[in-house]
Protein backbone atom coordinates (compact mmCIF):
# COMPACT_ATOMS: atom_id res chain seq x y z
CA UNK A 1 0.00 0.00 0.00
CA UNK A 2 1.37 3.39 -0.98
CA UNK A 3 1.83 5.87 2.10
CA UNK A 4 2.94 9.01 1.23
CA UNK A 5 0.90 11.19 4.28
CA UNK A 6 -0.22 10.81 7.91
CA UNK A 7 -3.84 10.03 8.76
CA UNK A 8 -4.46 13.54 10.37
CA UNK A 9 -3.89 14.99 6.49
CA UNK A 10 -6.92 13.38 5.49
CA UNK A 11 -10.08 14.52 3.03
CA UNK A 12 -11.75 12.38 1.13
CA UNK A 13 -13.66 15.08 -0.77
CA UNK A 14 -10.46 17.10 -1.73
CA UNK A 15 -10.79 15.97 -5.11
CA UNK A 16 -14.24 15.09 -5.33
CA UNK A 17 -15.36 18.14 -7.38
CA UNK A 18 -12.67 18.06 -10.12
CA UNK A 19 -13.07 14.04 -10.75
CA UNK A 20 -16.97 15.12 -11.23
CA UNK A 21 -15.75 17.57 -13.84
CA UNK A 22 -13.06 15.71 -15.80
CA UNK A 23 -15.49 12.47 -15.90
CA UNK A 24 -18.19 14.82 -17.07
CA UNK A 25 -16.17 15.71 -19.93
CA UNK A 26 -15.74 12.89 -21.29
CA UNK A 27 -18.78 11.89 -24.01
CA UNK A 28 -20.11 9.01 -23.04
CA UNK A 29 -23.29 8.78 -24.70
CA UNK A 30 -24.68 5.38 -24.58
CA UNK A 31 -26.41 4.99 -27.59
CA UNK A 32 -26.89 0.77 -27.39
CA UNK A 33 -25.03 -1.49 -29.90
CA UNK A 34 -23.93 1.73 -32.10
CA UNK A 35 -20.32 2.23 -32.48
CA UNK A 36 -20.63 5.97 -31.02
CA UNK A 37 -21.39 4.13 -27.20
CA UNK A 38 -17.92 4.35 -25.95
CA UNK A 39 -16.34 4.72 -22.65
CA UNK A 40 -12.91 3.71 -23.01
CA UNK A 41 -11.18 7.17 -22.50
CA UNK A 42 -13.19 7.57 -19.55
CA UNK A 43 -11.72 4.14 -18.21
CA UNK A 44 -8.49 4.64 -19.04
CA UNK A 45 -8.81 7.86 -17.49
CA UNK A 46 -10.44 6.34 -14.08
CA UNK A 47 -7.44 3.04 -14.19
CA UNK A 48 -4.68 5.88 -14.69
CA UNK A 49 -5.93 7.59 -11.38
CA UNK A 50 -5.93 4.43 -9.50
CA UNK A 51 -2.66 2.90 -10.30
CA UNK A 52 -1.41 6.25 -9.25
CA UNK A 53 -2.05 5.49 -5.83
CA UNK A 54 -0.61 1.80 -5.87
CA UNK A 55 -3.75 -0.06 -7.04
CA UNK A 56 -3.55 -2.65 -9.82
CA UNK A 57 -6.70 -1.87 -12.13
CA UNK A 58 -7.89 -3.99 -14.94
CA UNK A 59 -9.41 -3.07 -18.27
CA UNK A 60 -12.25 -5.03 -19.41
CA UNK A 61 -13.37 -4.88 -22.82
CA UNK A 62 -16.55 -6.35 -23.74
CA UNK A 63 -16.56 -5.31 -27.17
CA UNK A 64 -14.75 -2.46 -28.87
CA UNK A 65 -14.77 0.71 -26.63
CA UNK A 66 -17.30 -0.79 -24.09
CA UNK A 67 -14.44 -0.67 -21.48
CA UNK A 68 -14.94 -1.08 -17.51
CA UNK A 69 -12.61 -0.60 -14.96
CA UNK A 70 -11.99 -2.91 -11.95
CA UNK A 71 -9.79 -2.79 -9.25
CA UNK A 72 -9.67 -4.24 -5.76
CA UNK A 73 -8.44 -2.28 -2.59
CA UNK A 74 -7.24 -4.63 0.77
CA UNK A 75 -9.52 -4.10 4.55
CA UNK A 76 -8.14 -4.46 7.79
CA UNK A 77 -10.77 -7.76 8.35
CA UNK A 78 -9.59 -10.13 5.47
CA UNK A 79 -11.72 -12.72 6.69
CA UNK A 80 -15.12 -10.13 6.34
CA UNK A 81 -16.80 -10.64 2.93
CA UNK A 82 -15.85 -7.66 0.01
CA UNK A 83 -18.04 -4.60 -0.32
CA UNK A 84 -18.53 -3.88 -4.22
CA UNK A 85 -18.55 -0.05 -4.78
CA UNK A 86 -20.00 0.46 -7.94
CA UNK A 87 -20.88 3.04 -11.14
CA UNK A 88 -21.24 3.37 -14.48
CA UNK A 89 -19.35 5.53 -16.86
CA UNK A 90 -21.77 5.65 -19.83
CA UNK A 91 -25.05 8.37 -19.60
CA UNK A 92 -27.84 9.04 -22.00
CA UNK A 93 -27.58 11.09 -24.63
CA UNK A 94 -28.27 15.09 -24.55
CA UNK A 95 -29.22 17.80 -26.49
CA UNK A 96 -26.80 20.62 -26.27
CA UNK A 97 -29.47 22.98 -27.96
CA UNK A 98 -31.95 22.20 -24.87
CA UNK A 99 -29.37 23.14 -22.14
CA UNK A 100 -28.91 25.98 -20.27
CA UNK A 101 -24.81 24.97 -20.02
CA UNK A 102 -22.91 23.07 -22.32
CA UNK A 103 -24.23 19.14 -21.28
CA UNK A 104 -20.45 18.07 -21.54
CA UNK A 105 -18.62 21.08 -20.55
CA UNK A 106 -18.88 20.33 -16.74
CA UNK A 107 -18.83 24.69 -15.83
CA UNK A 108 -19.59 25.44 -12.37
CA UNK A 109 -22.59 28.04 -11.93
CA UNK A 110 -24.84 28.60 -9.14
CA UNK A 111 -28.81 27.74 -9.02
CA UNK A 112 -30.24 30.03 -6.20
CA UNK A 113 -26.95 30.89 -4.62
CA UNK A 114 -25.83 27.27 -4.70
CA UNK A 115 -22.41 26.19 -6.82
CA UNK A 116 -23.33 23.43 -8.84
CA UNK A 117 -21.54 21.52 -11.56
CA UNK A 118 -23.81 21.32 -14.49
CA UNK A 119 -23.54 18.47 -16.82
CA UNK A 120 -24.98 15.27 -18.38
CA UNK A 121 -23.69 12.45 -15.62
CA UNK A 122 -23.78 14.69 -12.92
CA UNK A 123 -26.17 12.97 -10.76
CA UNK A 124 -26.03 9.43 -13.26
CA UNK A 125 -24.06 8.60 -11.87
CA UNK A 126 -20.51 10.31 -12.49
CA UNK A 127 -20.92 12.01 -8.82
CA UNK A 128 -20.66 8.46 -7.45
CA UNK A 129 -17.80 7.63 -9.50
CA UNK A 130 -16.32 10.56 -8.30
CA UNK A 131 -16.68 10.04 -4.79
CA UNK A 132 -15.16 6.68 -5.06
CA UNK A 133 -12.18 7.68 -6.41
CA UNK A 134 -11.78 10.83 -4.38
CA UNK A 135 -12.21 8.66 -1.09
CA UNK A 136 -9.68 5.45 -2.48
CA UNK A 137 -7.29 7.63 -3.60
CA UNK A 138 -7.22 9.52 -0.02
CA UNK A 139 -7.17 6.11 1.94
CA UNK A 140 -4.42 4.83 0.01
CA UNK A 141 -2.05 8.01 -0.12
CA UNK A 142 -2.82 7.99 4.19
CA UNK A 143 -2.72 4.09 4.44
CA UNK A 144 -6.39 4.14 5.77
CA UNK A 145 -7.74 0.30 4.58
CA UNK A 146 -11.27 -0.33 5.02
CA UNK A 147 -12.78 -2.20 7.78
CA UNK A 148 -13.36 -4.61 4.89
CA UNK A 149 -11.45 -5.30 1.64
CA UNK A 150 -13.34 -3.65 -1.55
CA UNK A 151 -13.95 -4.33 -5.28
CA UNK A 152 -14.39 -1.07 -7.07
CA UNK A 153 -15.94 -1.40 -10.44
CA UNK A 154 -16.28 1.66 -12.99
CA UNK A 155 -18.57 -0.12 -15.44
CA UNK A 156 -19.88 0.40 -19.37
CA UNK A 157 -23.47 0.34 -20.75
CA UNK A 158 -25.55 0.67 -17.54
CA UNK A 159 -28.07 3.05 -19.75
CA UNK A 160 -29.01 0.44 -22.06
CA UNK A 161 -29.21 -2.53 -20.22
CA UNK A 162 -25.93 -3.53 -19.08
CA UNK A 163 -25.76 -6.12 -22.30
CA UNK A 164 -21.73 -4.74 -22.72
CA UNK A 165 -21.39 -4.20 -18.56
CA UNK A 166 -22.50 -5.65 -15.99
CA UNK A 167 -24.57 -8.62 -17.22
CA UNK A 168 -21.64 -9.45 -19.68
CA UNK A 169 -19.26 -9.30 -16.80
CA UNK A 170 -21.13 -11.01 -14.62
CA UNK A 171 -21.84 -14.23 -17.39
CA UNK A 172 -18.02 -14.19 -19.13
CA UNK A 173 -16.02 -12.54 -16.06
CA UNK A 174 -17.54 -13.79 -12.53
CA UNK A 175 -14.21 -13.98 -10.79
CA UNK A 176 -14.03 -10.52 -10.79
CA UNK A 177 -16.87 -10.51 -8.15
CA UNK A 178 -15.07 -13.25 -6.11
CA UNK A 179 -15.68 -12.92 -2.29
CA UNK A 180 -17.91 -9.52 -2.78
CA UNK A 181 -21.13 -9.73 -0.10
CA UNK A 182 -22.78 -7.00 -0.65
CA UNK A 183 -22.71 -4.42 -3.40
CA UNK A 184 -23.35 -0.29 -3.27
CA UNK A 185 -24.30 1.72 -5.78
CA UNK A 186 -26.16 4.62 -7.40
CA UNK A 187 -29.92 6.55 -6.99
CA UNK A 188 -29.94 6.03 -2.99
CA UNK A 189 -28.78 8.27 -0.38
CA UNK A 190 -30.00 12.04 -1.03
CA UNK A 191 -32.06 13.80 0.98
CA UNK A 192 -35.49 15.00 1.04
CA UNK A 193 -35.93 18.12 3.61
CA UNK A 194 -39.15 17.78 6.34
CA UNK A 195 -38.15 20.88 7.79
CA UNK A 196 -34.61 22.62 9.74
CA UNK A 197 -34.87 19.50 11.67
CA UNK A 198 -34.98 16.93 9.83
CA UNK A 199 -34.03 15.34 6.64
CA UNK A 200 -34.54 12.11 5.48
CA UNK A 201 -32.29 9.99 3.55
CA UNK A 202 -33.60 7.49 0.96
CA UNK A 203 -31.75 4.94 1.18
CA UNK A 204 -32.77 2.24 -2.00
CA UNK A 205 -33.50 -0.86 -1.03
CA UNK A 206 -35.61 -2.43 -3.62
CA UNK A 207 -35.93 -2.14 -7.45
CA UNK A 208 -39.12 -2.55 -9.50
CA UNK A 209 -38.79 -5.46 -12.36
CA UNK A 210 -38.41 -4.39 -16.18
CA UNK A 211 -40.84 -5.85 -18.36
CA UNK A 212 -40.55 -3.89 -21.93
CA UNK A 213 -43.06 -5.53 -24.17
CA UNK A 214 -43.61 -5.43 -27.86
CA UNK A 215 -47.32 -5.56 -29.11
CA UNK A 216 -47.80 -6.49 -32.52
CA UNK A 217 -51.33 -6.60 -34.17
CA UNK A 218 -52.55 -8.49 -37.58
CA UNK A 219 -54.81 -7.12 -39.46
CA UNK A 220 -56.06 -7.14 -43.01
CA UNK A 221 -54.62 -5.13 -45.33
CA UNK A 222 -56.24 -2.68 -47.95
CA UNK A 223 -57.13 0.51 -49.33
CA UNK A 224 -57.65 3.25 -47.41
CA UNK A 225 -60.07 4.07 -48.64
CA UNK A 226 -62.13 0.85 -47.96
CA UNK A 227 -64.52 0.49 -44.72
CA UNK A 228 -62.16 -2.18 -42.67
CA UNK A 229 -63.28 -4.15 -39.74
CA UNK A 230 -59.60 -6.00 -39.48
CA UNK A 231 -57.26 -2.97 -39.50
CA UNK A 232 -54.40 -3.48 -37.65
CA UNK A 233 -53.89 0.16 -36.64
CA UNK A 234 -57.34 0.19 -35.02
CA UNK A 235 -56.66 -2.82 -33.16
CA UNK A 236 -53.25 -2.37 -31.84
CA UNK A 237 -54.27 1.44 -30.63
CA UNK A 238 -57.55 -0.24 -28.78
CA UNK A 239 -55.03 -2.09 -27.04
CA UNK A 240 -52.44 0.61 -26.15
CA UNK A 241 -54.94 2.80 -24.88
CA UNK A 242 -56.39 0.58 -22.23
CA UNK A 243 -53.04 -0.70 -21.19
CA UNK A 244 -51.64 2.99 -20.96
CA UNK A 245 -55.13 4.19 -19.00
CA UNK A 246 -55.11 1.10 -16.37
CA UNK A 247 -54.46 2.18 -13.22
CA UNK A 248 -52.84 -1.15 -11.58
CA UNK A 249 -54.06 -1.13 -7.48
CA UNK A 250 -51.51 -0.26 -4.90
CA UNK A 251 -49.30 -3.05 -3.18
CA UNK A 252 -47.37 -3.06 -0.17
CA UNK A 253 -44.29 -4.29 -0.54
CA UNK A 254 -42.61 -4.68 2.92
CA UNK A 255 -40.20 -1.74 1.71
CA UNK A 256 -42.77 0.41 0.69
CA UNK A 257 -44.81 -0.32 3.72
CA UNK A 258 -41.62 0.46 5.83
CA UNK A 259 -40.71 3.89 3.30
CA UNK A 260 -44.96 5.04 3.80
CA UNK A 261 -44.63 4.02 8.07
CA UNK A 262 -41.31 6.30 8.30
CA UNK A 263 -42.32 9.36 6.05
CA UNK A 264 -46.28 9.38 8.21
CA UNK A 265 -43.83 9.59 11.68
CA UNK A 266 -41.92 12.32 10.07
CA UNK A 267 -44.93 13.99 8.85
CA UNK A 268 -46.30 13.82 12.01
CA UNK A 269 -49.63 12.49 9.02
CA UNK A 270 -51.82 9.86 11.28
CA UNK A 271 -51.64 6.11 10.29
CA UNK A 272 -54.64 5.47 7.93
CA UNK A 273 -53.18 8.27 5.95
CA UNK A 274 -53.73 6.85 2.51
CA UNK A 275 -49.93 5.91 0.33
CA UNK A 276 -51.06 8.41 -2.44
CA UNK A 277 -51.88 11.33 0.08
CA UNK A 278 -48.52 10.36 2.25
CA UNK A 279 -46.81 10.89 -1.16
CA UNK A 280 -48.56 14.25 -2.32
CA UNK A 281 -46.63 15.66 0.69
CA UNK A 282 -43.06 14.61 -0.86
CA UNK A 283 -42.73 17.62 -3.12
CA UNK A 284 -39.81 17.20 -5.94
CA UNK A 285 -39.23 13.57 -5.14
CA UNK A 286 -43.26 12.75 -5.18
CA UNK A 287 -43.13 11.37 -9.26
CA UNK A 288 -39.82 8.70 -8.62
CA UNK A 289 -41.43 7.18 -5.07
CA UNK A 290 -45.35 7.64 -6.21
CA UNK A 291 -44.37 5.23 -9.23
CA UNK A 292 -43.25 2.19 -6.26
CA UNK A 293 -47.01 1.96 -5.06
CA UNK A 294 -47.81 -0.17 -7.79
CA UNK A 295 -46.91 -1.91 -11.03
CA UNK A 296 -46.93 0.21 -14.35
CA UNK A 297 -47.16 -0.26 -18.14
CA UNK A 298 -46.13 3.19 -20.24
CA UNK A 299 -46.53 2.90 -24.01
CA UNK A 300 -43.64 4.28 -25.58
CA UNK A 301 -43.18 3.74 -28.91
CA UNK A 302 -45.52 3.19 -32.29
CA UNK A 303 -44.78 1.36 -35.36
CA UNK A 304 -47.68 0.73 -38.50
CA UNK A 305 -47.99 1.93 -42.02
CA UNK A 306 -46.17 3.01 -45.33
CA UNK A 307 -48.41 5.01 -47.02
CA UNK A 308 -51.61 7.18 -46.38
CA UNK A 309 -54.11 5.58 -48.16
CA UNK A 310 -52.89 1.81 -47.56
CA UNK A 311 -54.06 -0.18 -44.26
CA UNK A 312 -51.15 -2.29 -43.14
CA UNK A 313 -51.13 -5.53 -42.27
CA UNK A 314 -49.84 -5.64 -38.89
CA UNK A 315 -48.91 -2.64 -36.42
CA UNK A 316 -46.80 -2.91 -33.89
CA UNK A 317 -46.01 -0.92 -30.16
CA UNK A 318 -43.45 -0.76 -27.63
CA UNK A 319 -44.56 -0.70 -23.73
CA UNK A 320 -42.30 -0.27 -21.04
CA UNK A 321 -43.49 -2.26 -17.92
CA UNK A 322 -42.13 -2.32 -14.36
CA UNK A 323 -43.43 -4.35 -11.79
CA UNK A 324 -42.91 -5.09 -7.72
CA UNK A 325 -40.99 -7.36 -6.16
CA UNK A 326 -43.37 -10.46 -6.07
CA UNK A 327 -45.45 -9.23 -8.87
CA UNK A 328 -44.31 -10.25 -11.91
CA UNK A 329 -46.66 -13.03 -12.55
CA UNK A 330 -49.46 -10.78 -11.56
CA UNK A 331 -48.21 -8.09 -13.57
CA UNK A 332 -47.98 -10.14 -16.92
CA UNK A 333 -52.04 -11.85 -16.24
CA UNK A 334 -53.11 -7.98 -15.69
CA UNK A 335 -51.56 -7.09 -19.56
CA UNK A 336 -52.48 -10.22 -21.14
CA UNK A 337 -56.09 -9.49 -20.24
CA UNK A 338 -55.86 -6.20 -21.42
CA UNK A 339 -54.57 -7.40 -25.03
CA UNK A 340 -57.46 -7.25 -27.65
CA UNK A 341 -58.22 -10.04 -30.54
CA UNK A 342 -55.29 -11.20 -32.60
CA UNK A 343 -52.63 -9.08 -30.44
CA UNK A 344 -49.25 -11.04 -29.02
CA UNK A 345 -47.15 -9.79 -26.85
CA UNK A 346 -43.42 -10.78 -26.79
CA UNK A 347 -40.84 -9.82 -24.83
CA UNK A 348 -37.61 -6.86 -25.49
CA UNK A 349 -36.49 -6.78 -21.95
CA UNK A 350 -37.70 -9.23 -18.94
CA UNK A 351 -35.22 -8.76 -16.06
CA UNK A 352 -35.98 -9.36 -12.32
CA UNK A 353 -37.29 -7.16 -9.48
CA UNK A 354 -35.17 -7.00 -6.18
CA UNK A 355 -35.42 -5.91 -2.59
CA UNK A 356 -32.82 -6.35 0.35
CA UNK A 357 -33.36 -6.09 4.01
CA UNK A 358 -33.20 -2.95 5.74
CA UNK A 359 -31.34 -4.09 8.46
CA UNK A 360 -27.50 -5.59 9.26
CA UNK A 361 -24.03 -3.87 9.56
CA UNK A 362 -23.94 -2.12 6.42
CA UNK A 363 -27.76 -0.67 6.69
CA UNK A 364 -26.31 0.41 10.48
CA UNK A 365 -23.17 1.78 8.66
CA UNK A 366 -25.14 3.88 5.94
CA UNK A 367 -27.36 5.41 8.82
CA UNK A 368 -24.58 6.26 11.45
CA UNK A 369 -22.39 7.45 8.62
CA UNK A 370 -25.19 9.76 7.76
CA UNK A 371 -25.77 11.20 11.59
CA UNK A 372 -22.30 12.01 11.77
CA UNK A 373 -21.80 14.41 8.91
CA UNK A 374 -26.09 15.52 9.33
CA UNK A 375 -27.50 15.27 13.20
CA UNK A 376 -30.81 15.84 11.50
CA UNK A 377 -30.45 12.89 8.82
CA UNK A 378 -33.32 10.09 9.46
CA UNK A 379 -32.54 7.23 6.66
CA UNK A 380 -35.44 5.15 5.38
CA UNK A 381 -35.36 2.48 2.79
CA UNK A 382 -37.44 3.07 -0.43
CA UNK A 383 -38.08 1.34 -3.67
CA UNK A 384 -36.40 2.71 -7.18
CA UNK A 385 -39.23 2.26 -9.67
CA UNK A 386 -36.31 2.31 -12.39
CA UNK A 387 -33.22 -0.77 -12.39
CA UNK A 388 -29.26 0.14 -11.69
CA UNK A 389 -26.15 -2.85 -12.28
CA UNK A 390 -27.37 -4.39 -9.28
CA UNK A 391 -29.98 -7.02 -10.79
CA UNK A 392 -27.07 -8.17 -12.61
CA UNK A 393 -25.47 -8.88 -9.30
CA UNK A 394 -28.30 -10.36 -7.79
CA UNK A 395 -27.60 -13.24 -9.90
CA UNK A 396 -24.33 -13.93 -8.33
CA UNK A 397 -26.42 -13.93 -4.95
CA UNK A 398 -24.84 -10.34 -4.32
CA UNK A 399 -27.51 -8.09 -2.72
CA UNK A 400 -27.43 -4.32 -3.14
CA UNK A 401 -28.24 -1.34 -2.14
CA UNK A 402 -28.63 2.45 -3.40
CA UNK A 403 -25.92 4.47 -1.47
CA UNK A 404 -24.47 7.49 -3.38
CA UNK A 405 -24.85 10.41 -0.47
CA UNK A 406 -26.48 13.89 -1.40
CA UNK A 407 -27.23 16.41 1.21
CA UNK A 408 -29.70 18.48 -1.88
CA UNK A 409 -30.96 22.06 -1.25
CA UNK A 410 -35.26 21.98 -0.29
CA UNK A 411 -36.10 23.37 -3.51
CA UNK A 412 -33.78 21.50 -5.95
CA UNK A 413 -36.39 18.90 -7.90
CA UNK A 414 -33.57 16.04 -7.95
CA UNK A 415 -35.93 12.94 -9.61
CA UNK A 416 -36.36 15.72 -12.32
CA UNK A 417 -32.41 15.33 -13.01
CA UNK A 418 -32.29 12.11 -13.81
CA UNK A 419 -32.27 11.83 -17.96
CA UNK A 420 -33.59 15.39 -18.01
CA UNK A 421 -32.41 18.32 -19.19
CA UNK A 422 -29.82 20.98 -17.47
CA UNK A 423 -28.61 18.15 -14.80
CA UNK A 424 -26.63 19.28 -12.13
CA UNK A 425 -25.30 18.30 -8.63
CA UNK A 426 -24.55 20.99 -5.60
CA UNK A 427 -20.70 21.22 -5.03
CA UNK A 428 -21.37 20.77 -1.58
CA UNK A 429 -23.29 17.63 -1.75
CA UNK A 430 -20.23 15.78 -3.72
CA UNK A 431 -17.96 16.97 -0.93
CA UNK A 432 -20.50 15.82 1.68
CA UNK A 433 -21.26 12.57 -0.51
CA UNK A 434 -17.59 12.10 -0.09
CA UNK A 435 -16.78 12.05 3.52
CA UNK A 436 -20.06 10.13 4.33
CA UNK A 437 -19.00 7.45 1.78
CA UNK A 438 -15.39 7.61 3.55
CA UNK A 439 -16.67 6.97 7.18
CA UNK A 440 -19.26 4.33 5.98
CA UNK A 441 -16.32 2.05 5.03
CA UNK A 442 -14.83 2.59 8.40
CA UNK A 443 -18.26 1.53 10.07
CA UNK A 444 -19.59 -1.40 7.17
Known amino acids: MTVTSTPHDSDPAAEVVGFCQRLIQFDTSNYGDDPRSQERDAAEYVAGLLSDVGLAPELVESA ?49 GVPMVWGRGAIDMKDMDAMILSVVRDRMRTGRRPRRPLVLAFLADEE ?33 TVDPQLRLYLIEAAEKGISWMRLTAEG ?53 TTPEDVVARLGPIAPMVGATLRHSAAPTMLDAGYKANVIPGSASAVVDGRFLPGGR ?11 GPDITRTAIVDDIALEAPF ?36 NLGIPGYGFAPLRLPETLAFADLFHGVDERVPVDALEFGARVLDRFLDLA
Open 64 to 112: PGRTSVFARMEGEDIEEPAILLHGHLDVVPANADDWTHPPFAAEIHDDE
Open 160 to 192: AGGLFGSQWLVKNRPDLFEGVGVAIGEVGGFSF
Open 220 to 272: RAGHGSMVNHENAVTRLTETVARIGSHEFPVTMTSTVERFLSEVRSALNLPDD
Open 329 to 339: DDFLATIDGLL
Open 359 to 394: EGPVVDAMVKSLLEHDPQARAVPYTLSGGTDAKAFA
